[in-house]
C-alpha cells in the first residue's frame, strides 16, 4: 500500500490535476486577450496613480487581488504541472497589489523567455511589443 493511499491523499492529487488542466485551459484563452490589451509601457512606466476609492472600486480592487493570488498559485503548480508557470505567475503579479510588486514584474518581464512569450502573444493580436526595462 502506497502513502498516498494511506493517508488517503488521492482526492488531493486528482483535484490538483483538474485544477492544473482548468487553469491550462484558461491560460491559453485568457492569456492572449489580457496581455494584448496591456499598454506597451507597462513594464518601463512610473507605478500608476492611486485613483479615489469608492465601494465600486473597493469590490473591484479585492475581485482583482483575489483573482491575481489564484493565478499565481496556479503558476506555482504549473512549474510541476502541465501550462505557462512563469507567464501565469507574471500575470497573476500583475493584478495584485503588494509591496515589491513592481520589482518582481520588471525582474520576470527580464527573463528572456518571458518577454519573447509576451511579445509572442502581442504579436499574434497585432499589437506593439512590450518596451522591456533595462
Not at 488517503?8 to 491550462?24: A, N, P, Q, R
Not at 479615489?52 to 499565481?72: Q, S, W, Y
Request: net charge positive; proline share 7%.
Amino acid at each position: 500500500m502506497s502513502w498516498i493511499e494511506e493517508l488517503e491523499l488521492g482526492w488531493l492529487f486528482t483535484g490538483l490535476t483538474i485544477l492544473g488542466v482548468l487553469s491550462l485551459v484558461a491560460t491559453i484563452v485568457l492569456m492572449p486577450w489580457f496581455v494584448g490589451r496591456m499598454p506597451a509601457d507597462y513594464f518601463v512606466g512610473e507605478r500608476p496613480h492611486r485613483l479615489r476609492r469608492t465601494p465600486a472600486r473597493v469590490v473591484v480592487h479585492i475581485a482583482k487581488n483575489v483573482l491575481g493570488v489564484v493565478l499565481i498559485l496556479a503558476g506555482v503548480l504549473m512549474l510541476v504541472l502541465p501550462g505557462q508557470g512563469l507567464l501565469t505567475i507574471l500575470i497573476g503579479v500583475v493584478l495584485t497589489e503588494g509591496p515589491g510588486k513592481y520589482h518582481l514584474e520588471r525582474w520576470l518581464v527580464r527573463k528572456p523567455s518571458i518577454a519573447k512569450a509576451l511579445n509572442w502573444l502581442r504579436a499574434r493580436r497585432g499589437v506593439e511589443p512590450f518596451e522591456i526595462p533595462e
